[in-house]
């Protein structure tokens, strides 16, 4: 589950995002499931800490409201994930229960909208 960077002496450096770990994988190790569930509660996490200060008083919107946004979507992109994976490799009553995470994870950001 590593990104990296690739690119040489001379030639721009690209992010590549670290695949999708396999049916076999997630299987073999359902520690899986939990890298993508422990990312999406650390970003709705740090949202929420960023919640306090997104109003100044007035009608203007700090930076940490869309720093807060940016989060949340993180939030529901890796709850996306999550539910992917499951609904892929796991039993009926997780899969549920990712797609529930996902959507709960969807309605705080278009809550926060």
């Given at each position: ?11 721009s ?8 770990p ?34 100044d008083?007035?009608?203007n919107?700090?930076?940490a ?49």
């Open positions: 589950l590593r990104s990296t960077v690739r690119g040489g002496p001379g030639k450096k690209v992010f590549v995002r670290a695949a999708e396999t049916a076999a994988a997630v299987q073999a190790h359902p520690e899986h499931l939990a890298v993508y569930l422990m990312c999406a509660e650390r970003a709705w996490a740090y949202a929420l800490q960023l919640r306090p200060y997104t109003v008083g007035s009608d919107r700090t930076r409201y869309f720093s807060m946004r940016k989060k949340l979507r993180a939030a529901v992109a890796a709850a996306d994930v999550l539910e992917r994976l499951a609904v892929r490799d796991c039993d009926a009553r997780t899969a549920l229960e990712a797609a529930l995470y996902a959507l709960w994870a969807r309605g705080n950001d278009r809550l926060e909208a």
